[in-house]
């Protein structure tokens, strides 16, 4: 359903811990977004934010915020266990919602929520953020040009000495990683195989290796984990003419081009295998600086005011947790590869079954 809005449009935040502050500061900076309230159940969080935007309505109690007819969206970050429960509150009340990373907790949330939203004719937009990165958005334009060639794998590395949070390092961090890879490669996971660590509480992972393969034959290798020296968020495409390697945590030269790789010609006659090697330059490509989540923000914005899905729209947060569940599945037999047959999206989103290998 299209929303003809001529004004800012009228908006809450719902949970003000780790990531609302960041929604709340890009909204209040939105010319497109007006904050009429935040609901915040912690006493503490609720005065850091009175005392911050005197002014703006501050309420413990959801429904004060979702009976608000001025209110025509909300803005979702709360921890993952909650958000199928609040989004389909919201939708309940009419709202356009946008939830944070992941969308759900199961497919069988996720794909409530999506069913609810078109039935009710409004947005519903997974954050995720990454993709509204100007070098993740230069990266796919790489990938899509056909620069980089036929990508063969990606390897990913995200590091830290992370916030304990109870779902475990694979439903905190992994989620970036996935919706990048989606982005990029444009393609549905078919198989996931995974192995983690637990090392202060049994059953809580701080440590994950996730191996992906998509339905395009590329394959991504995934690491993320708490217990780590220092900040790493590093990404390298192998393509089979060019390799590009993504540092989000760079200074500068966040991505850098590598005309590099190997070359190997048939043999004409028996034991003539020719192999060599490529080292060619190195170029970094100027890329405009721009802040993802107010990006994030306008999209959503966007799309409800036109009816154009976003970027990030529900069915790649779909995809994202059928990912997360395959990895749960595959830790769960021990790290044998749980397979999913999945297909191009043709309406009715991807299919959903799922088997150990």
């Known amino acids: 359903m299209i929303t003809r809005i001529n004004r800012p449009m009228g908006c809450g935040v719902i949970g003000y811990g780790y990531w609302g502050p960041n929604i709340v500061r890009n909204v209040l900076e939105s010319s497109e977004l007006r904050l009429l309230g935040l609901c915040e159940t912690d006493h503490r969080r609720a005065k850091e934010f009175e005392r911050r935007y005197p002014g703006i309505p501050v309420t413990a109690q959801l429904d004060e915020l979702l009976l608000d007819p001025r209110v025509e969206a909300v803005m979702i970050a709360t921890p993952p266990a909650t958000h199928h429960a609040l989004a389909q509150r919201a939708l309940d009340a009419g709202k356009h919602v946008l939830v944070e990373k992941p969308l759900a907790m199961s497919v069988v949330e996720a794909e409530d929520l999506i069913a609810q939203a078109q039935s009710a004719e409004r947005v519903l937009m997974p954050g995720h953020t990454f993709l509204y990165s100007p070098p993740v958005d230069k990266i796919r334009e790489l990938i899509n040009s056909g620069q980089l060639g036929e990508i063969y794998f990606v390897t990913s590395c995200r590091m830290n000495l992370g916030l304990y949070q109870d779902g475990g390092v694979i439903l905190d961090l992994a989620p970036h990683d996935l919706s990048i890879l989606l982005y990029w490669l444009d393609s549905p996971v078919v198989q996931v195989s995974a192995a983690a660590q637990s090392v202060f509480q049994s059953g809580i992972h701080e440590t994950a290796f996730l191996t992906v393969d998509f339905a395009n ?105 059928r990912a997360l569940e395959a990895a749960h599945a595959s830790l769960d037999s021990g790290g044998m590869p749980v397979q999913r047959e999945a297909e191009y999206p043709t309406g009715d989103g991807f299919s959903d079954e799922l088997s150990v290998a």
Request: glycine share 6%; net charge negative; no cysteine.
């Open 217 to 321: 034959e590329a394959t991504a290798n995934v690491q993320v984990s708490w217990l780590a020296p220092r900040k790493v968020r590093q990404m390298v495409v192998v393509g089979s003419r060019q390799m590009v390697q993504y540092d989000d945590a760079a200074a500068d030269d966040v991505v850098r081009i590598y005309d590099r790789g190997m070359e190997f010609e048939s043999p004409s006659s028996f034991g003539e295998y020719k192999l060599t090697y490529r080292s060619g330059d190195m170029v970094a490509p100027r890329i405009a600086a721009a802040e993802p989540l107010a990006l994030e923000l306008a999209d959503f914005a966007r799309a409800i005011r036109t009816g154009e899905p976003p970027r990030s729209d529900a069915q790649l947060g779909l995809e994202v947790v």
